[in-house]
């Protein structure tokens, strides 16, 4: 459990600042932007189990590895593969100066960040985050305040938190629905799956 | 849904519902064994988790100016914006806390009146059936009222302003002695020395209100009325942390659901008197002397049951 907490404060103050890199380096090189979310998972998951037996020296390059990694072998598995694209991967040097922009973010640019990605949210699900974050209400009290039922207070929480969450951590910040209307959008281009 | 997106979806879930107040030991050992599923929930749970602690840096404002600034093109998000620029002033000072300061909790239960002195000094009165937490770090002091009835008065310290939060309401201290009461949507500030600051946090361009000494403000987040200068009604407010209330002209109905908050025995009004109006000092956990006189001054018939006082016409 020790092992565990600890290995959560790594991941959250080594690894996560460095998404916005993360997810720059996924969309160059993988084309569907609609599936940069799954790599990111999957190079997630594996950044955790190599950490879980011992943690890297230098977070950065170890996560670029094994990003490089997971990116190789997707495009490996894939049907069409562009030889140009493997062999630029191959190459990328995680040079240093990826590294140090985003690893101290001043305090007032995150707060700016975390004001412009609550407006870019619909409005009831501004509102939710809101009384959720500033009166730290309860899904039960949210739902009376606004007239809503829990279940809608629930759902908006949680397609706030994915969509804010993205976005501060470097994404786009848009909420994700599976409504097939938004289908167009994704095939667009647009992150939403 | 891809099976990245079904975890994640499931991982918000968890972050979300283990912030609820009712959040148990059991729930606690569930979430343990889900994590313990895979290292793909791990890695989820702790970035949304992560993700959203981010956000509460929102909580941390110390006062909204009272009209947005006019440069920005978001007009329905302007008194955000406008909460974002005050913030930044004091962002250096706030923002980096290693980790989120945990909130103290208190709580009251029916019947039983409390007296809290906090770090700083500020002393409370938690009324009945109350509860509230409290956070103070360097920079900020922040009280949430949750539920019930709080006084306060509130230790002088210029460098950080003692911020209440309650329903919509967030009531800044400039002087000393106020009281704030939550009932559902509502919530009523009575100062007793010195001003507050009233503003809501969800209508930010409804802007900010002063309440001085000897006022009573009542707000449901959107509008705010204030009543002046009746020391009486701050009197009959605060009459609570004596132990009394005071009803002047009240509907029985009202009485007995204020007397209710105060004792097990729950008074049920019948119907077609829930509208006589009855006035006089009680105490608090009385409830029997209060219906004994119902029977004798209004002639009403008193049953008690299991839990229950009834009152009904004879």
């Known amino acids: 459990m020790q092992d565990q907490t600890s290995l959560e404060h790594w991941f959250c103050s080594e690894v996560l600042p460095l998404e916005p890199v993360l997810m720059r380096l996924i969309t160059r090189y993988w084309r569907e932007p609609g599936e940069a979310a799954d790599i990111r998972q999957d190079v997630y998951e594996r950044v955790l189990i190599g950490a879980g037996r011992g943690r890297p ?4 390059p170890y996560l670029f590895a094994v990003a490089r990694n997971v990116l190789l072998n997707r495009i490996r598995r894939a049907k069409i593969v562009s030889i140009d694209l493997i062999a630029e991967l191959d190459d990328v040097a995680i040079e240093a100066d990826w590294l140090t922009p985003e690893r101290h973010v ?9 004001v412009e990605g609550i407006n870019r949210l619909p409005e009831r699900c501004r509102q939710v985050m809101m009384l959720r974050k500033m009166e730290g209400l309860s899904t039960r009290e949210v739902a009376a305040r606004m007239g809503v039922g829990t279940d809608a207070v629930e759902q908006q929480t949680v397609l706030g938190m994915r969509a804010l969450t993205d976005f501060m951590l470097g994404g786009e910040g848009r909420i994700r629905r599976r409504t097939p209307i938004r289908r167009q959008a994704a095939d667009r281009g647009g992150r939403d799956d | 849904m891809t099976e990245r997106d079904r975890i994640e979806q499931a991982a918000a879930h968890w972050v979300m519902r283990r912030s609820e107040p009712d959040w148990s030991a059991s729930d606690d050992e569930a979430l ?63 923002l980096p806390l290693p980790q989120q300061p945990v909130a103290t909790h208190y709580r009251t239960a029916i019947g039983k009146i ?10 409370l009165d938690l009324d009945s059936d109350t509860r509230i937490r409290v956070l103070q770090d ?13 006084f306060v008065a509130v230790a002088k310290d210029r460098a950080r302003p003692f911020i209440t939060h309650s329903g919509g309401a967030d009531i800044v201290d400039i002087g000393t002695e ?19 600051r009233l503003s809501s946090a969800l209508y930010a361009k409804s802007g900010s209100t002063i309440v001085a000494a000897g006022e009573v403000a009542r707000t449901d987040g959107r509008t705010t009325t204030v009543e002046m200068g009746e ?21 029985l109905i009202d009485a007995a659901a204020y007397l209710n908050r105060y004792n097990r025995d729950k008074l049920e009004i019948a119907g077609d008197i829930a509208d006589l109006r009855i006035g006089g000092s009680f105490r608090l956990d009385n409830v029997a002397g209060f219906s004994r006189l119902l029977a004798k001054a209004y002639a009403l018939e008193v049953r008690q049951g299991a839990g229950t006082i009834k009152i009904s016409r004879q």
């Open chain 1, 57 to 60: 020296h230098q977070s950065g």
């Open chain 2, 178 to 196: 106020f009281a704030v009461a939550r009932e559902q949507a509502h919530v009523s500030v009575s100062v007793v020395e010195g001003k507050v």
């Open chain 2, 32 to 94: 343990a064994a889900w994590l313990e599923e895979s290292v793909a929930a791990r890695a989820a749970f702790w970035r949304l988790s992560h993700g959203y602690s981010l956000i509460d840096r929102l909580s941390a404002v110390p006062g909204r100016p009272a009209a947005p600034s006019p440069r920005h093109r978001l007009r329905v998000l302007a008194g955000i914006v406008a909460t974002a620029c005050a913030l930044a002033a004091c962002a250096v000072l706030l």
């Open chain 2, 114 to 123: 409390d007296h809290v002195v906090l770090a700083d000094g500020t002393v």
């Open chain 2, 138 to 150: 360097d920079s900020t002091r922040h009280l949430w009222l949750d539920r019930g009835r709080i």
């Open chain 2, 231 to 251: 020391s009486k009604g701050i009197d009959d407010e605060l009459a609570w942390r004596r132990g009394a209330v005071i009803f002047r002209d009240t509907r």
């Open chain 1, 106 to 114: 001043d305090a007032r640019r995150q707060l700016r960040r975390v």
